[in-house]
């Protein structure tokens, strides 16, 4: 009996530890994206790496396991519904047909070019499909929110979040000394950058030099690219579901799973609708969203526990170069559009 019992208290204290590492993890990203060259990487990749870092200097014992697979997959879904809370969908109403318009077109033509790209360079799908995803949403909280949906390892979702990042920094500095010679308003200039940037951080980054109008807009634009995640994500699982059942060849199984209801994604929308009805304090809000955030950082943390360095330099280039190179093309056709929007 008294082995027995002992089974279960080990397994909690693994637990407990897991957990507490990747919290622990996610609170030092907190940390380190505050000092000024690393809050354009932003807090969530930098809970990738340091995660990665930890388990290349320091390892991680299997008793760990538990409490790290709880946080990067439920604590993963319940921080994405919590980060509903940032979108307004009144603010999306406001910014008119023309801006909608724009984010559809962006997300369509990035998630086609980034993901044909990296077929054409020989990347997994399920990897070229989440850089795609990164790269026409929102980063790595758009990889975070289609990773489940893919069902995707978690070197994939590593990976594509890391590249997606190191290539949303690279643009963001591009755009600030580029923005003397574009011949753009301090608006277009901010539609421009929410059209084309990567992370919310990036857009902020690069908007904020220019101007409060600048990034204004930019944000606006960035965040109704943010609500197109919603139709995204149930559109890929519904994809993944029905490439499984093909492969199964199984009617009878199709028939009796039904159709998969992304219930984290469904919270999301939610969650944006209760905000833009403001149902909820706006200092309340502002709480909900650093818990958000910290909840998916730690679920990256997480991420990064399982990763081998190894395997992120082997399958991390190609997707890399896919990401480039669709995003400087996503850049050029953007500019292109916010002239012919007269959004300039």
Not at 104 to 127: M, S
Not at 153 to 174: Q, Y
Not at 283 to 292: C, D, G, I
Not at 326 to 333: D, E, K, N, P, W
Request: aromatic fraction near 6%; charged fraction near 10%.
């Amino acid at each position: 009996m008294t082995q027995v019992r002992a089974i279960p208290v080990m397994t909690n204290k693994g637990f407990i530890r897991g957990v507490g590492l990747t919290l622990v993890i996610a609170i030092a990203a907190k940390i380190l994206s505050t000092l000024p060259l690393l809050s354009i990487i932003g807090q969530l990749v930098l809970a990738i790496v340091l995660g990665m870092l930890w388990r290349s200097t320091r390892g991680v014992g299997a008793h760990a396991g538990s409490g790290i697979a709880f946080s990067s997959t439920t604590l993963l879904r319940s921080g994405i519904i919590l980060l509903g809370v940032r979108l307004n969908l009144a603010d999306i109403v406001r910014a008119g047909p023309k801006v909608l318009l724009l984010a559809v077109i962006t997300i369509i033509f990035a998630l086609f070019v980034v993901y044909g790209l990296a077929r054409l360079f020989n990347v997994e799908t399920k990897l070229g499909l989440l850089t795609a995803c990164g790269t026409a949403i929102c980063g790595a909280a758009a990889i975070a929110a289609i990773s489940p949906q893919l069902k995707a390892g978690d070197d994939e979702t590593a990976i594509s979040a890391a590249t997606v990042a190191i290539l949303g920094t690279i643009f963001t500095l591009t755009y600030t000394f580029l923005y003397p010679v574009l011949g753009l308003s301090q608006a277009g200039y901010g539609v421009f950058a929410g059209a084309t940037l990567h992370e919310i951080a990036h857009v902020i980054a690069a908007a904020a030099p220019i101007g409060k109008e600048a990034v204004d807009l930019a944000v606006i634009v960035k965040l109704t690219r943010v609500a197109l995640l919603v139709p995204v994500a149930i559109v890929i699982g519904l994809w993944t579901y029905r490439s499984e059942v093909k492969d199964r060849g199984s009617s009878e199984q199709h028939n009796r799973n039904g159709i998969p209801i992304p219930w984290f994604i469904v919270g999301f929308l939610l969650m944006s609708a209760v905000n833009s009805l403001h149902l909820i304090p706006a200092a309340f809000t502002a709480h909900m969203l650093v818990a958000a955030y910290l909840l998916i950082a730690m679920a990256m943390a997480g991420l990064g526990l399982k990763v081998d360095l190894h395997t992120f330099r082997r399958l991390g280039m190609k997707p890399f170069a896919a990401g480039l190179i669709g995003s400087i093309l996503l850049a050029v056709l953007d500019f292109l559009l916010v002239h012919a929007f007269k959004l300039t």
